[in-house]
Each structure stands twice: as C-alpha cells, then as structure tokens.
C-alpha cells in the first residue's frame, strides 16, 4: 500500500506542504525576510515613482511586478544557507521525501510571501491610489505563475553550497537589480530600443510586467498567452539548476 | 544474524579523487541487526563524513552501502523511512515549541495522524519535556534541546537510529539519561550506530566497535575483545599520601614500568607485568615512609586499546620513559571519558 505511487504522491504533496507550513512560520517574521521580501520592492516603488506622473493603475502594475520580482525570490536564498548552518536542513534532506518535494515546499514559501505581499499592496493601490483593474482574473493569474516562477529563480541562490547567507544574498540581489533594469518595468516596452527589447526578452519580469500591464491599465504589448506561458515554463525550468546545485552540495558535504 | 548495515569499500575524497583530501579510504564493515555499533576515532578521522554518507547527506566517491537489503544508491526512499539521525549539533527549530517540533517531525515521517499526539506526549513525558511543551526551543538548555532532538529522530519508531556525539557538553545526568534511553531502545528492537570519541561511553553501550583512524578501519571487534588483544597496556594505580610530582622520577625507573601518567591524585605504571611491579611499589611506599592510600592493578582499558591502535600516545610516552624522562598529566594528549 505504501509504495504505490499514489500514496508516495499523496505522502510527497502533505510532507512539502508540512515544509512550507513549518518555513512560514519559522522565517516570515525574520529580520531577513522583511528587509529582502517587504520593504525593498516598497522603497524601490517609491523612489521611481516620486515626482513622476503615473496613472494609478500604472503604479500598481509597477508595484505589484516590483513585489513578485523582490518578495518572491528572498526566501530561498535566505532560508536554505541558513538551515544548512543550523544543521535543520540535514534534517529535511534525510527525510523521506525526494529532492523536489522538497524544493517545492521551499518555492511555496517565498510564492506564499510574494502573494500575500502583493494581496497588500493592491489594496494600497486600489484604496489609496483609487486604481481600477481591467482583468482581476488575469490579475490573480500573473500573481499565482510569477511567485511561483521567481521563487524557483531565488531558489537557485539559495542552492549555492553554502552555510552563509551572506555568501549567495549579493549574487542574488545583483541578478535582481540588473533584470529589473532591462526588464521595461521602468520604460515600456514598445518604447525601448530594439537592441533593448531583443535584451528584455531574456528576462521573466518582462512577461510579469506586461501580463500586469494587461490586467491593470490594459496597456500590455505581448500576447498575455505568450506572457502566461513564458513565466509557467520559467517556473519549471528554475527548479532544474536548483536540482543540480543540490546535487553538487551532496557530493561537497554541504 | 542479518546484517542492518553493509558497507563495502566506502571512499570519500572532498575534492577531486587523487587530489582532494581522503577523508574515507576504503572502509568494509557491516552492523548487525539488533546491535548497538560504536564508531570510534579521533577528531578528523572520517567518523562523521562515514555517518553522513550512510545517512544519505554525502555522496561517496566510490563503494556500496546497503541498508536493510537496499542498496543506498538506489533505493534511498525505503532505507530514509526506517532510519534516523541525531547529528551532534542539536538540529531543533528553535522558533518552534518543542511540541511543534515533534509534530513537524511526525508530518515529515508520516507517522498517522491519529497518532501523531500520542507519541509526541509519549516522548516529552520520557524525556522530561512535557511541562514545556509549549516552550520555544530557543529558550531551552542545551540538554533540552538535545533531548528534543533525539525525541525527533524516534517519533516514527526507526529500525536504525545514527547518532553523532550523543553526550559531549551534557551535565552528567543528562549524559546518563540519554545512555539510558540508547539502551531502551536497542533493547526495544533498534540497531543503532554510535559515533563518538567517548571511549567510556562506547566501552558501556556498544556490543561491538570499530576503530577508525585517519579514514581507514584499524580494528573491528567487541571492547572485551579488543582489550584482550591488548594485554600488555596493563596498569599498577597507586595514590601515595603524602602525594607530591616528586614520586614521578622514581616510580617511573622502577623495573618493568613502560609508561607513567599522573592521573589526579593518582600514579599510573603502565607495565606488562603488574604481579612483578606490585612488590616494588610496596617497596618505595614503605622506603619512603609513604602511605598506601590506594593501589590496584588494571587491565587494558577499551581508551588504552584505543590510544595504542590510533599510535598516538601511549607509544610516545613510553619512548620517553624508557628514556628514565617522566611524562605527567597534561603531556599526554586529552581523551574523553574515564576508566
């Protein structure tokens, strides 16, 4: 009974979500996680957007692909060195569970952060900033795929051998600053310069933002199917790497 | 018997093979079922990297380990169900109470709902941790907390419990709490395999041990065994009143005395005829007008056995002293545990 692989499925489904229940509650309220997850993607929504004239529903695009983009991907990176210095990941890696189990559990935990971060900041946009939304359905959508694709990106930082946080924390924030520059968060993408766009195509924030821009002021450029597709594909490809790395840290000793 | 644990041929190089640091060189045993394993060897030895690789945590560079009839390479899944680990450093969350520690733990090994509860009580009632349950980890002590992990690593009832240093740093009553519980478990059906360099610790649980020196097994058999192989490592232990460092020069030439430490209070005359040195020891007490607070003869301790396989010490001093130099305390190099 136990080894049929509908019960090994049903067992894998409730052990990652025992990993995301526990990271949720051990990390959300980590000095860590509020510094990379909360506040950056608000100050950096700020500091672009003072003094300049955006639509409401343009800011909240803005914003809420600024958040997917710094919350999602803070967990990983975080969480993993630090339970490695602790010795709790030996504890989850000898489990009986496989690899992607767990490093599923693990992308839930930076995609739950990511969405209830997000849920906040809309009610700030549609609240204060009185922004309307075009397709709260393609909305919730673009939410759900993109903090589970930029989860499994930051989650290839936090695969890097290593015990310290600090060693895989500035990689992974220079991946973001740079992929939020060339991304068309900042200039639309129909008005950037081809040699930018053919650049911005290499990015997933790209998709995000245009799927935003579809659902809140209906300005996106793409086809949001392309978009929806590009970030579920992303999402997947992600955990590749993060499965190698793991597998290197095995042969290390990490 | 049938064998919990087959290892052939284990080798770890960290790095490249021929390059890297051997820490694991080709090592052969197995661990019966039902048996309590201790695994010896001195700081860097390859004790934990062995651990690690029998716990899945490290990939081998070469050789096989089978588990319960599975090959680990293979079939990890079923092995990792009836297996456990309490590393040495306690591996508790410590933003979790004890209470959801065990329940986590109890999630990760699917142990059935209903009876998650009970066995979690089961444990904090044995181990002393009920009364604070509710208590984050955080602010327990470091015995607690070791307590708490190896009531983790039991609640799904593992056939083959590793555990790495289980004493070190604990106040005695812990230490012997937790030799206790070894014991209740093994008795209960559990094989375990015990890391340590706890010389007294091993000689106490293990049925049988291997000593493992610069990465390669140096011996294998049960610690009665062991010392029996080593018979020359005995002992004539004399407290002399009243005591002073002076007695060493002259205890040491005494015919027959291959090595003295000073142990405390105490005089240790490491020979291979303790019945012939005896006499003498008698003499100089009494030459000197010296009282005989103690004197006893002993047979090679399983740290003795330890300390001649691992060449590190005894040999050393026993140059020395045949040199007519005396070695005291503090020139022999420390090791857990006593007699």
């Not at chain 1, 509020?34 to 608000?42: D, N, R, S, V």
């Not at chain 2, 990890?76 to 590393?87: E, F, I, N, T």
């Not at chain 2, 208590?135 to 609640?155: N, Q, T, Y």
């Not at chain 2, 375990?192 to 706890?198: A, N, R």
């Amino acid at each position: 009974m136990k080894n049929r692989p509908t019960q090994r499925l049903r067992d894998e489904l409730a052990q990652a979500s025992a990993v995301f229940v526990k990271d949720v509650r051990t990390y959300y309220l980590q000095p860590g996680m509020i510094m990379m997850g909360l506040l950056t993607p608000f100050f950096l929504f700020f500091s672009f957007s003072v003094r300049r004239e955006i639509a409401p529903a343009q800011g909240v695009a803005q914003l809420l692909a600024m958040t997917l983009f710094f919350t999602a991907p803070a967990a990983g990176p975080f969480i993993i060195p630090l339970e490695r210095r602790l010795g709790t990941y030996d504890r989850l890696l000898a489990a009986p569970m496989s690899l992607l189990t767990l490093l599923l559990g693990k992308t839930a935990v930076g995609a739950f952060f990511a969405i209830v971060v997000c849920a906040i900041a809309l009610l700030g946009g549609v609240v204060v900033l009185g922004a309307s939304i075009a397709q709260p359905w393609l909305l919730a959508a673009t939410v759900l795929l993109a903090s589970f694709a930029f989860s499994a990106l930051g989650l290839i930082f936090g695969s890097i051998p290593t015990r310290r946080p600090g060693d895989v924390a500035m990689p992974s924030m220079l991946m973001r600053w740079i992929l939020l520059f060339i991304s068309g968060v900042f200039v639309p993408l129909d008005e950037m310069p081809s040699v930018a766009r053919t650049v911005a195509y290499f990015s997933p924030l790209t998709y995000a933002q245009d799927l935003m821009n579809h659902a809140a002021p209906g300005t996106g450029v793409l086809n949001p199917w392309l978009d929806l597709a590009v970030l579920l594909a992303s999402g997947v490809l992600f955990l590749l790497p993060a499965v190698l790395m793991h597998r290197r840290s095995r042969r290390l000793g990490y | 018997m049938n064998n919990a644990i087959e290892v052939d041929n284990l080798t770890k190089y960290y790095g490249r093979p021929g390059a890297g640091v051997l820490a694991v060189d080709h090592v052969n045993f197995a661990v019966r079922q039902g048996e309590i394993f201790g695994f010896l060897g001195p700081n860097g030895a390859g004790k934990t990297t062995t651990q690690r690789m029998l716990t899945t945590l490290l990939e081998p560079t070469e050789g096989r380990i089978v588990i319960g009839g599975h090959d680990l390479a293979r079939e990890a899944y079923p092995v990792k169900r009836q297996m456990s680990l309490v590393p040495e450093e306690s591996n508790v969350y410590t933003e979790l109470s004890a209470w959801d520690n065990l329940m986590f733990t109890a999630q990760l090994y699917r142990v059935p709902r209903a009876e998650r509860g009970g066995r979690a009580r089961e444990l904090l009632e044995t181990f002393g941790l009920w009364e604070k349950r509710h208590v984050k980890a955080e602010d327990f002590s470091k015995g607690m907390r070791r307590r708490l992990s190896i009531a983790m690593a039991i609640i799904h009832k593992p056939s083959l419990l590793f555990l790495d240093e289980p004493t070190p740093g604990l106040d005695p009553q812990s230490a012997r709490a937790i030799r206790d519980l070894i014991r209740r478990l093994n008795g209960d059906g559990t094989t375990i395999f015990l890391s340590t360099h706890q010389i007294e610790e091993a000689n106490q649980l293990c049925d049988r041990v291997a000593i493992i020196d610069h990465g390669q097994i140096a011996a294998i058999d049960t610690p009665e065994r062991l010392k029996q192989a080593f018979q020359r490592v005995q002992s004539v232990e004399v407290a002399l009143e009243p005591d002073g460092q002076d007695h060493g020069q002259a205890l040491a030439a005494l015919p027959g005395v291959t090595t003295l430490v000073k142990m405390g209070d105490k005089w240790r005359l490491y020979t291979e005829d303790p019945s012939a040195l005896l006499p003498q020891v008698i003499d100089y007490a009494r030459s000197h007008n010296l009282r005989v607070v103690s004197l006893s003869t002993l047979g090679p301790s399983l740290e003795d056995v330890f300390l001649e396989i691992t060449g590190q010490q005894i040999g050393v001093v026993r140059h020395e002293t045949q040199q007519g130099r005396t070695r005291r305390r503090g020139m022999r190099p420390q090791m857990g545990g006593e007699r």
